[in-house]
């Protein structure tokens, strides 16, 4: 149990629809980073909250955002679904902002598995 | 898009031998992380490597850096069924982005 909490665990909507997927960081972790992982394309980076700042971008559609609120819990939003959409998104969390030769260690939550009908 | 290639994607070994995964880029890394997902898990940070030519063992996996620092590697030794999952590398660059290699599937065979 790495500390991460992510909800739901399942996911499943029609084409067309909205979600949230919700994350509770490790108690105390600033940043949080939301990714991607489908059979195709791998684990994707999508995106970097430090602090209730977005700090970095991967590739994150325009139909998803994200938000990281003031206790520190994010939410991804997902729009527009399309069936490509269906994967595995995971949460991480870390005590600091990560990237570049800082120490890069991340904790990674159960993950949501989203399946677009 | 994708930064770092890692190879081979699958590797099936008998139990007691050795296994290699790389993880290689066209462009100067500025860190190599490592980490394992069992099936069905989610992944658990192994290591992260930040100097030219650093080496760093953990029991039985030996993880490397290149000297130019645009490849890795992860050895493990004497393989267990434990070892069973997917190995995946990644880089964090110096805009916060992280970037993951396709991973590597390891399977055990006892």
């Known amino acids: 149990d790495s500390g991460v909490t992510q909800t739901p665990k399942h996911l499943i909507t029609a084409t067309g629809q909205r979600v949230t997927l919700r994350c509770s960081p490790r108690?105390?972790?600033?940043?949080v980073y939301w990714y991607q992982q489908s059979l195709d394309q791998g684990l994707q980076f999508l995106i970097q909250?430090?602090?209730?700042?977005?700090?970095a971008k991967g590739n994150i559609l325009e139909r998803f955002s994200a938000q990281q609120f003031p206790d520190l819990h994010s939410e991804l939003n997902l729009s527009s679904l399309e069936l490509g959409d269906s994967a595995l998104y995971f949460c991480?969390?870390?005590?600091?902002?990560?990237?570049?030769?800082?120490?890069?260690?991340?904790?990674f939550g159960p993950g949501t598995r989203l399946t677009v009908l | 898009g994708q930064q770092v290639m890692q190879i081979p994607q699958y590797q099936h070994v008998q139990e007691g031998e050795d296994f290699t995964t790389y993880c290689n880029s066209s462009?100067?890394?500025?860190?190599i992380q490592w980490y394992k997902q069992r099936p069905g898990g989610h992944p658990v940070f192994l290591i992260q490597?930040?100097?030219?030519?650093e080496v760093k063992k953990q029991k039985r996996l030996t993880f490397q850096f290149g000297e130019a620092k645009k490849n890795s590697s992860l050895h493990i030794t004497a393989t267990q069924t434990t070892d069973v999952g997917t190995y995946f590398c990644?880089?964090?660059?110096?805009?916060?982005?992280?970037?993951f290699g396709t991973g590597t599937s390891l399977t055990v065979i006892p």
């Open positions: 108690s105390g972790d600033l940043s």
């Open positions: 990644a880089e964090s660059n110096t805009g916060n982005q992280f970037y």
């Open positions: 490597l930040v100097k030219s030519g």
């Open positions: 462009t100067t890394l500025s860190n």
């Open positions: 909250y430090y602090n209730g700042e977005e700090r």
């Open positions: 991480a969390s870390s005590p600091r902002l990560a990237g570049g030769p800082a120490y890069n260690e991340q904790f």
